[in-house]
């Protein structure tokens, strides 16, 4: 595994998570096997890609994909959020899995599952790569959880800060002088 310098420790290795997403992907075609609705993965871009991809290798079902981009965060504090990409497919009476990189507030999940419900999902589900109960302000959980995690800012496996370090194959803390230019 690399290191970056600019990572101060790794929490969650790229090994760990592969076998999480199989487990994740094992109990949700467990879930979802004996629906007749088709189910939508929705991934929320851009942090959850990676999680997806390894995610969706394990989910033994028909599924389909589509993106939606929500926008919430302005450097290391959460804003409201903003529709910046909206679905591509229609989701009457789908069963929707979304797909998120981290679960923080709880405030752009929250929102996006109104949204969906809204739209007429069947019904709308959540698997997070990582959850960060400390941070929560409104009341929201993922239904399938990768790892939880402290109250400390995360980048790499498709998490950023400021559009840099998505690329990292694990998740690890930032240095705190990587906050401050
Ligand atoms: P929430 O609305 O506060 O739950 O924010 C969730 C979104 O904020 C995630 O989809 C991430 O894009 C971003 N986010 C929250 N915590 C972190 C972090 O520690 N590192 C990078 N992005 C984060
Ligand atoms: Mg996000």
């Known amino acids: 595994m ?6 101060k420790k790794i929490l969650i290795s790229e090994d760990q998570i592969k076998t999480r997403s199989a487990e994740l992907g094992r109990q949700i075609t467990e879930d979802y096997k004996d629906c007749e609705e088709p189910l939508l993965l929705v991934a929320l871009l851009r942090g959850s890609v990676p999680f997806l991809a390894e995610l969706m290798k394990h989910i033994d079902l028909d599924i389909q994909v589509d993106f939606m981009d929500v926008s919430s965060y302005q450097g290391t504090k959460s804003t409201d959020i903003r529709i910046i990409k909206d679905l ?8 929707i899995l979304l797909v998120e990189d981290i679960i923080d507030t709880g ?5 996006v599952v109104k949204t969906l419900k809204h739209k ?13 109960p400390e941070g929560r302000m409104v009341d929201v959980n993922a ?5 939880e995690i402290e109250n400390e800012f995360v980048v790499g496996y498709g998490l950023d800060f400021n559009q840099r370090y998505r690329c990292l194959p694990y998740v690890g803390v930032l240095k ?3 906050y401050q230019n």
């Open 2 to 7: 690399w290191e970056n310098k600019d990572i």
């Open 88 to 95: 591509d497919t229609s989701i009457q009476g789908m069963n």
């Open 107 to 111: 405030k752009t999940i929250k929102e």
């Open 120 to 132: 007429g999902a069947n019904s709308v589900k959540i698997v997070a790569l990582l959850n960060k």
């Open 143 to 147: 239904d399938y959880n990768g790892f």
């Open 176 to 178: 705190e002088e990587c």
